[in-house]
């Protein structure tokens, strides 16, 4: 290279290097400057110039914001890219976002990934952007269609045929190893998939039209936790250089796919012989388009199957690990129960099993961030600005786990439970597993009906065993966070009939 071509590179690393120094500069300022009349952002670790605090994130997400908060306080933001964060990791910072200033800090965040909202559709129940009048209508559907004690009610007879049949299976393999997890997936798959389509998805062999659901669940919540340069600079976002964008896309041509032939026969039919009674009847009924449809069925399923097994298998390996929990358990059911096969009637009077389920959630909550929320104004927390569209994240996790909140908080311990007011519909901030507020997870009641029922009967029927020689003190209880905090290796047990 002639000194010529040297010197000319020389300029353009100068130019290159004056440009990102001003732009830092400015940014600087601007934020300076709008924020000069508000008090103060929350405090957090020192933000680097453009990338923020990039690089002191990680895959365990929810672990890595606790650690930061107790040097940082209950409330603590934090930068990435352009995009500002705030956590909040106490009962009183929660308290103050999803009750006092709910209203302001109701929208979403919606990521380039995410398949929970289409802008085109302003169509979805967990990801609308605002708490508007689509997202009022869809709050009504779930009250009145999917989630009233009503509806549960004329829908029980479906969710004890299928966990019937989980028993049944389960008898087949007494002796043998089963993923737990794994298979109590299918059942509560087929209980969704009956009540949204009249008929089942798997069998416990895998097989069916929804024999890639999990899949691609699981390799949705990947991609919605992947780092996206378009979210943190969103002047890239039209470049979609690292192709998530269009990933998303076909991931959710192949969730339509599985069902999109029953709606389409569906649709043929006249209004007055549409005799399902289901979920898509009620869609169509009403009158919403495919595209409406398919948002909503997606994010059931995305949100109702995966979660709902999870529960049951941190549940089972606590148990597992607990057997003083586990004997006053059986205990329970015998006295309640007796020799009947467990029923939904029962579940009223075993409040012993319903203390262990609200201490699973305690120590494992699906959502350890919950969904980001999104400020849509401007506000003041805690004596702290929330720059409007701020993401704002609330930590269950770490609230769950606050030594000062709880009496040896890694313990698991269902006794602290029993004659407590605390309960899962988010009206105490020292435990809402669900969220709270506005924008709590609609489905809580199915989910927590399904998850006491089903551990009842597996409980109630088997008495279950770890493979080989394996001590319970070696059970591996370790996490994976994926938007849902999932157990990292698969719980493997074997079950034997109970006489």
Known sequence: MDQKAIVREI???????????????????????KLSKNPPLPPGPFAWPIVGNIFQMGRDLHSILANLARTHGPLMSLRLGTQLNIIASSPAAASEILKTHDRILSGRYVTHASPIINPKLNFSIGGAPECNDHWRSLRTICKADLFSAKVLESQKHIREKKVRELVSFLGSKEGEIVNLGGTVYITVTNILSNVIFSMDFLDFDGNGMGKELRKFIDEMAELMITPDLSNLYPILGALDFQGIQKKRDKLIEKFIAIWEDIIKKRQKQESAILVHGDVLDTLIK??????????????????????????????????????????????????????DIVKESHLAHLPYLEAC????????????????????????????????????????????????????????????????????KGNNFDYMPFGAGRKICPGQPLAIKQVRFILALLLHSFDWFLPGNMNSTELDMNDHFSLTLRKKQPLQLIPKGRK
């Open 357 to 424: 389920v609200k201490e699973t959630l305690r120590l494992h909550p699906l959502g350890p961030l919950l969904l980001p929320h999104r400020a849509l104004q401007t506000c003041q927390v805690m004596g702290y600005t929330v720059p409007k569209n701020s993401q704002v994240l609330v930590n269950v996790w770490a609230i769950g786990r606050d030594p000062m909140i709880w009496n040896d908080p890694l313990s698991f311990k269902p006794e602290r439970f029993l004659d407590s007011c605390l309960d899962i």
């Open 11 to 33: 300029d353009y690393l100068f130019f290159f290097s004056l440009l990102l120094l001003l732009a830092t500069l400015s940014y600087l300022y601007y934020y300076k400057h």
């Open 286 to 339: 009403d009158g919403h388009t495919n595209d409406q449809i398919n948002q909503l069925i997606m994010e059931l399923l995305m949100a109702g199957t995966v979660s709902t097994s999870i529960v049951i298998e941190w549940a089972m390996a606590e148990l597992m690990k607990n057997q003083n929990v586990m004997d006053k358990l059986h205990d329970e059911l015998e006295r309640g129960i007796g020799t």
